[in-house]
C-alpha cells in the first residue's frame, strides 16, 4: 500500500456485501482501524466516507 499512497492512487474502503446471511458486522470498523495505522485516523474516516463516495460517482449522496 505504501507505493500505491507514494504513488498518488487513492486507497479506500469498500465492502462487497450482498446480504443479510454473508455478513460479518463489524469488520468494517477492523478495516478502518488498520487504515487508520497506515493512513492516519482523519484520512482513514475520509477514505471511508467521502473519498470512496467519490471513487464511485457517489458526491452527491448524504
Same mark, same amino acid.
Given at each position: 500500500m505504501e507505493i500505491a499512497r507514494d504513488a498518488g492512487i487513492k486507497i479506500v474502503m469498500g465492502t462487497d456485501f450482498v446480504s443479510a446471511e454473508n455478513s460479518k458486522q463489524g469488520d468494517n470498523a477492523i @478495516?478502518?482501524?488498520? !487504515?487508520?495505522?497506515?493512513?492516519?485516523?482523519?484520512?482513514?474516516?475520509?477514505?471511508?466516507?467521502?473519498?470512496?463516495? @467519490?471513487?464511485?460517482? !457517489?458526491?452527491?449522496?448524504g
Open positions: @478495516e478502518i482501524e488498520r !487504515l487508520s495505522k497506515f493512513l492516519g485516523p482523519i484520512q482513514a474516516l475520509i477514505a471511508s466516507t467521502s473519498l470512496a463516495s @467519490e471513487c464511485v460517482g !457517489l458526491t452527491d449522496q
